[in-house]
C-alpha cells in the first residue's frame, strides 16, 4: 500500500505564494499518476493538477498558467507550486496517487488565502 502525505499548507495573502509537498512512502514504485484536488467548505472535490510518470500534466483550468505541478519520482513526491493566489484558493488540497489497482489519497493540507 502507497500512504501519502501533504505539507506547505497555511494561511496566505492575495497574490501570494505556498507549494505543497506530498511524501509517498511504501510501494510508491508502483505509482502511475500522482495529482492534487482541493475541496472548499460546501462544494465538491475538485481536480487542481495531474502530472504522469513521464512529466506530462494536465491542469483545471481555474490555475492554469498559476499553478505549477511537478514531481521526483527517485523520492516517490510530488509538488504544486501556486502563485498568484486569490481567495477562491481556498480548500483543503488532497494529494493523489493512482497505483496499478487503486488511487490512495492523503490526508489533506489546509490553504486559506485572505483578501
Known amino acids: 500500500q502507497v500512504q501519502l502525505v501533504e505539507s506547505g499548507g497555511g494561511l496566505v495573502q492575495a497574490g501570494g505564494s505556498l507549494r505543497l509537498s506530498c511524501a509517498a512512502s511504501?510501494?510508491?514504485?508502483?505509482?502511475?499518476?500522482m495529482g492534487w484536488y482541493r475541496q472548499a467548505p460546501g462544494k465538491q472535490r475538485e481536480l487542481v493538477a495531474l502530472?504522469?510518470?513521464?512529466?506530462?500534466?494536465d491542469y483545471a483550468d481555474s490555475v492554469k498558467g498559476r499553478f505549477t505541478i511537478s514531481r521526483d519520482n527517485a523520492k516517490g513526491t510530488v509538488y504544486l507550486q501556486m502563485n498568484s493566489l486569490k481567495p477562491e484558493d481556498t480548500a483543503v488540497y488532497y494529494c493523489?496517487?493512482?497505483?496499478?489497482?487503486?488511487?490512495?489519497w492523503g490526508q489533506g493540507t489546509q490553504v486559506t488565502v485572505s483578501s
Open positions: 493523489t496517487a493512482y497505483v496499478t489497482s487503486y488511487q490512495s
Open positions: 502530472i504522469g510518470r513521464g512529466g506530462s500534466t
Open positions: 511504501g510501494s510508491f514504485i508502483s505509482i502511475n499518476v
